[in-house]
């Protein structure tokens, strides 16, 4: 069966470029959890893989496991270059910010304007690798801070003086505060959101826990964002969601390994028999075994509502 992408089965291809290309989308009313549309960019002749991502603010993880035939550093000129800009919304909270360390990326979700319809905004980010793994559960924005110093916590002192290199007690503000220009301070002590230096990092679990974001999209983020936000992070390598009554399931790889094979299996069946306890389905197996061998983070359509009436047994 082959991958179906959002809306009315068609996949939208870029024609042109935009380095001002932003991830906004209405939020969806009840029972409809799915936002965006894939998209496809032809690579040019000088092109890698990290920078088409860098150019539409994709992580790096996410566009190389999106396509994995193409060459991550030299993909062939005018080779097609699936986007996985479609995304199935986490269950949480619609409220504040909503962070998947699985997808590595996060979502955020503006107070509500009388008059105007309520907002989703969703950025790629890098979150802390295994042994410095981003603390799950809840959180607040306590202090945002512009043209931040950064004074190296102990962990990273001792990490890069094991390869010889010793850190300054205090970096400055500048190109050299891997930081960046913005800082976001959560009440969770030594955690951030914030910019950096280095963006083609962007999208892979490479920080000792911290949130890091392109420069672009911390400053629009810093720029929406109060004090007092409330902050969500989830662990969800498998979302499911519907769309004008089509079930589609969203599987990333998990961080660890004991959940990328028999525990992945069975987080599915326990979050498809919640489903099929809520609402009537017919299930695809052959779409969801797709789903769970591909692990591309892309929405697959694997069911449609139905009015059987008894519920589907997965």
Known sequence: MRRLPIHLGLLCTLL??????????????????????????????????????R???????????????????????????????????????????????SEMRLYYYPEHIAGLADLVHTYSVSIGRQEFA??????????????????????????????GETLPSVVPPGPDNPLGELVMRLNL?????HGTNKPYG?????????????????QALYSMVPV????????QPVKLGWLNGMLYIEVHPPFEPT????????????????EASKRRFELDRDALRMALELQDGVP???????????AANP
């Open 259 to 274: 959940i990328r094979h028999e525990g992945l299996t069975k987080r599915v069946t326990q979050l498809l028999r919640a």
């Open 189 to 193: 002590p030594g955690y951030l959101i």
């Open 16 to 53: 042109l470029a935009t380095p001002a290309f932003a991830q906004s989308f209405a939020v969806p009313v009840a029972r409809q959890e799915v936002v965006g549309m894939l998209m496809a960019v032809s690579a040019r002749a000088d092109d890698t893989l990290v920078d088409i991502a």
């Open 55 to 101: 150019r539409y603010r994709i992580g790096q993880d996410e566009i190389v496991i999106a396509n994995p035939a193409v060459d991550r550093w030299a993909p062939a000129d005018g080779a097609r270059v699936i986007l996985p800009t479609a995304y199935i919304l986490p269950r949480a909270r619609r409220e504040g910010l909503v962070l998947n360390v």
């Open 202 to 218: 962007v999208g892979m679990p490479v920080t000792h826990g911290c949130v890091r974001m392109y420069p672009e999209d911390m």
């Open 228 to 235: 007092g936000t409330p902050v969500t992070i989830v662990d």
């Open 300 to 310: 697959i359509v694997i069911g449609r509502a139905s009015k059987a009436r008894a």
């Open 134 to 163: 981003t603390p799950l559960g809840t959180a607040r924005i306590v202090k945002k801070t512009k043209r931040p110093s950064w004074r190296p916590p102990q962990s990273i002192v001792a990490e890069r003086a094991s390869y």
